[in-house]
């Protein structure tokens, strides 16, 4: 007799709940994967309006350059795990979010263009809009899948 727990029979369980769920219902589960990636995508959305990010701009074209470019991407599988990308499509999104070094443009004396010696430079610091999103959309995802498979244990009378 042993001390403790024997979760050999749980773990078995667990594995063949993962393989059923990847091999017979690969379609709910993509779009519960795509479902995740849409919600993750407002929620950094609204994440970069409520810090400010990008407000800098009067011109509502220009902040509509980042805002409208947040994008979810297709279902993958990697390995034995689906996945999907949420991210930003702008050219400068990454900027924004990681900081980047400002350097002011060279200028011109006469014909000659004057060294740049890293007069003016200074550092910008990101907003992290995409990680804070992130860390704020874990729980709600793990209880989308908890939902996600109940209800699909239910639905195939194991539960």
Known sequence: MTDG????ELDEFNDRMLDFVNDYKTKETQK?????ANKLKSKERTMYKAMGAGLEHTDTKESAKIINNFKS???YKKGENWSCRAFNSASHAHLINNGFVHKP????KGKKKSGYKGEGEKYIPGYHFIEKA???FEDEYGEMVEHFLS?????????
Do not use: S
């Not at 727990?5 to 050999?8: A, V």
């Not at 443009?105 to 011109?108: A, E």
């Open 5 to 8: 727990f024997n979760f050999k």
């Open 32 to 36: 519960i994967v795509k479902k995740g």
């Open 73 to 75: 991407g297709k279902p």
């Open 105 to 108: 443009h060279l200028k011109k």
């Open 134 to 136: 992130a860390e704020q």
């Open 151 to 159: 209800d699909m244990l239910k639905e195939e009378g194991l539960l």
